[in-house]
């Protein structure tokens, strides 16, 4: 789950203006949390063989290796990601401000 401080606000509408909600946008976080669990599904199917990934291999190494990879999708997320996030948002009835 994506911690809330990590959560950035809509980006811009293309009038300029800026679509941010005032509070934190519930319907916000959870369009930004899907898109984050999707991309760490992504990055997690482009490495499938984590043999050689630098963790040094043992018994922790799936674990650690999973929340890399989730880490690393939430940061993506939050730097803007890839459109997906806004995309949901109005989709789920978010509206620009």
Do not use: C, N, V
Request: hydrophobic letters at 35%; aromatic letters at 6%.
């Amino acid at each position: 789950m994506i911690p809330q401080t990590s959560l950035s606000p809509p980006p811009a509408g293309p009038s300029g203006h800026d679509t941010r909600p005032a509070a934190p946008d519930p319907l916000w976080r959870a369009a930004q949390a899907l898109e984050a669990g999707f991309l760490s599904e992504l990055l997690r199917l482009s490495d499938p063989d984590t043999s050689h990934a630098g963790f040094g291999g043992g018994p922790g190494e799936a674990q650690f290796r999973s929340f890399l990879i989730e880490a690393q999708a939430e940061r993506m997320t939050a730097a803007g990601g890839i459109g997906l996030a806004r995309k949901l948002y109005t989709a789920m009835g978010g509206q620009d401000r």
